[in-house]
C-alpha cells in the first residue's frame, strides 16, 4: 500500500545541537517529495521540496533534506538547532502522475532543550 | 504571496449541528482541498477539488460534503456535527495538477472545531 512514515513521534534536541528527522515513502515511483513546518496554532509551511536532480536540497531557516532512492527515504536535517525550530514536521509526498493530492506523514514534534 | 484565509479560528457546535467551514484563497489557485488534523494521525484528506464545481472525496469523506460555487471558496459541510468530528481543519489551495507543475501546498491557519 501507498503510505508515508515518519517514524519518531516526538523528538528532543538541545539547543546548539544537530538534527535529523526521518521520513520513508512507498510508492511504485519516486513521487515529489516535501517538508512542511507547522509552529503551534499555525497552518503548515513549506520548508523545502524535491522533484529531480540534486538529490541534496535546500530550504528556508537553515533545513536540508536529502533523497536516497535506494532506501525511499527523504530525511530533514539542520545543523544546529535553535529553540524556534520547536514545532511539528511533517513529510508529505505527491505521486507522479496523480491528481495532485499531497498525502501527508504522521508528523514529528520536535522539542528543543535550552 | 498567495493567501488562504479560514474564516473562523475557533468554533463550538453542537451535536445535530449542520456547520459550514468557509475557506477563500486569493491568487487564482485550480486545486483546493480540506484535510483534518488529529493528534497521531497526521493529516487526512476529506475533499478537494480541481475546478468551480468539481469535488473528490479523499480519504475520509463520510460525514462531509463540499460546495465550490466559485473558485476562489471552497466549503468544508458537516451535515449533522458528531463529536468525533472534532478536530482542527486545515485548508489549502495549490497551482494547476499535472507532472512537472507540481508547486506544492499554500495552507491556511486552520479551524479548531469543537463539537459538544
Known amino acids: 500500500a501507498q503510505s508515508v512514515t515518519q517514524p519518531d513521534i516526538h523528538i528532543t534536541v538541545s539547543e546548539g545541537a544537530s538534527l535529523e528527522l526521518r521520513c520513508n515513502y512507498s510508492y511504485g515511483a519516486t513521487p515529489y517529495l516535501f517538508w512542511y513546518v507547522q509552529s503551534p496554532g499555525q497552518g503548515l509551511q513549506l520548508l523545502l521540496k524535491?522533484?529531480?536532480?540534486?538529490?541534496l536540497v535546500q530550504g528556508i531557516k537553515g533545513f536540508e533534506a536529502e533523497f536516497k532512492r535506494s532506501q525511499s527515504s527523504f530525511n530533514l536535517r539542520k545543523p544546529s538547532v535553535h529553540w524556534s525550530d520547536a514545532a511539528e514536521y511533517f513529510c508529505?509526498?505527491?505521486?507522479?502522475?496523480?491528481?495532485?493530492?499531497?498525502?501527508f506523514g504522521q508528523g514529528t514534534t520536535l522539542q528543543v532543550k535550552p | 504571496d498567495v493567501k488562504v484565509t479560514q474564516s473562523s479560528r475557533y468554533l463550538v457546535k453542537r451535536t445535530g449541528e449542520k456547520v459550514f467551514l468557509e475557506c477563500v484563497q486569493d491568487?487564482?489557485?485550480?486545486?483546493m482541498f480540506w484535510y483534518r488534523q488529529d493528534p497521531g494521525l497526521g493529516l487526512r484528506l476529506i475533499y478537494f477539488s480541481y475546478d468551480v464545481k468539481m469535488k473528490e472525496k479523499g480519504d475520509i469523506p463520510e460525514g462531509y460534503s463540499v460546495s465550490r460555487e466559485k473558485k476562489e471558496r471552497f466549503s468544508l459541510i458537516l451535515e449533522s456535527a458528531s463529536t468525533n468530528q472534532t478536530s482542527m481543519y486545515l485548508c489549502?489551495?495549490?497551482?494547476?495538477?499535472?507532472?512537472?507543475?507540481?508547486?506544492?501546498?499554500?495552507f491556511g491557519s486552520g479551524t479548531r472545531l469543537t463539537v459538544v
Open positions: 524535491y522533484f529531480s536532480g540534486d538529490t
Open positions: 508529505a509526498v505527491a505521486p507522479r502522475g496523480n491528481t495532485g493530492k499531497l498525502i
Open positions: 489549502a489551495s495549490s497551482l494547476i495538477r499535472g507532472v512537472g507543475q507540481y508547486y506544492g501546498y499554500t
Open positions: 491568487m487564482d489557485h485550480e486545486n
